[in-house]
């Protein structure tokens, strides 16, 4: 059974660091194609990136708002996929969930999100 | 980069027929895909490559993408399916939501 953790969300000020991690268990890690993606209180769904597997060329993207703030990168020995977020905005308070990304460009898989709030 | 248009609610009797669209620009030239997501829970997919089912969503969900429009339809709809329900799709190597329809079965 598929299961990805969030973990590392919590209360940031303006302008702030966070990390973000997601431990993955279930299936083949470093064969996946992994994304974020966050919701903030009330709205909808919203991509913030997404990294390939390595023999893809472990290449990134990135939605608009977070490009040259959020960095994802991902562990393979610890089936770990990491977001790590700076210069933070209130604008991205959200929870932030991690997701397999399967052909077709759907996400398949979901974990429980965490929360991240960003507040003075 | 496109956006994608739903309709903010949909509303529809036990055992009738829901229909919920998702217009963009040229969508029908992308694969289109739908999410579930019920208070307080993690979205769930239910519609990818515009018709397959993952396994273990019911026959009553179904999908088609042609146009400018997708369209996820719930055949016999029941109470348990009263939730969210999200588009995507992607476009220009970025990925784009819908704003997302309440289903509510009344």
């Known amino acids: 059974e598929v299961q990805l953790v969030e973990s590392g969300g919590g209360l940031v000020k303006p302008g702030g660091s966070l990390r973000l991690s997601c431990a993955a268990s279930?299936?083949?890690?470093?064969?996946?194609?992994m994304s974020w993606v966050r919701q903030a209180p009330g709205k909808g769904l919203e991509w913030v990136g997404r990294?390939?597997?390595?023999?893809?060329?472990?290449?990134?993207d990135y939605a608009a708002p977070v490009k040259g703030r959020f960095i994802i990168s991902r562990d393979d020995s610890k089936n770990r996929l990491y977001l790590q977020m700076n210069s933070l905005k209130t604008e991205d308070t959200a929870v932030y969930f991690c997701?397999?990304?399967?052909?077709?460009?759907?996400?398949?898989?979901w974990g429980q999100g965490t929360l991240v709030t960003v507040s003075s | 980069s496109s956006e994608l248009t739903q309709p903010p609610s949909v509303s529809v009797s036990p055992g009738q027929t829901a229909s919920i669209t998702c217009s963009g620009d040229?969508?029908?030239?992308?694969?289109a895909c739908w999410y579930q997501q019920k208070p307080g829970q993690s979205p769930i997919l239910v519609i990818y490559?515009?018709?397959r089912r993952p396994s273990g969503i019911p026959e009553r969900f179904s999908g088609s993408n042609s146009g400018n429009t997708a369209t996820l339809t719930i055949s016999g709809t029941q109470a348990m399916d009263e939730a969210d329900y999200y588009c995507?799709?992607?476009?220009?190597?970025?990925?784009?939501f819908g704003g997302g329809t309440k289903l509510t079965v009344l």
């Open positions: 997701t397999t990304d399967i052909p077709g460009g759907a996400f398949d898989s």
């Open positions: 279930g299936f083949t890690f470093s064969n996946a194609w």
């Open positions: 990294i390939k597997r390595k023999t893809d060329g472990g290449t990134t």
């Open positions: 040229k969508l029908g030239d992308k694969y």
């Open positions: 490559q515009d018709s």
């Open positions: 995507q799709a992607w476009d220009s190597s970025t990925v784009i």
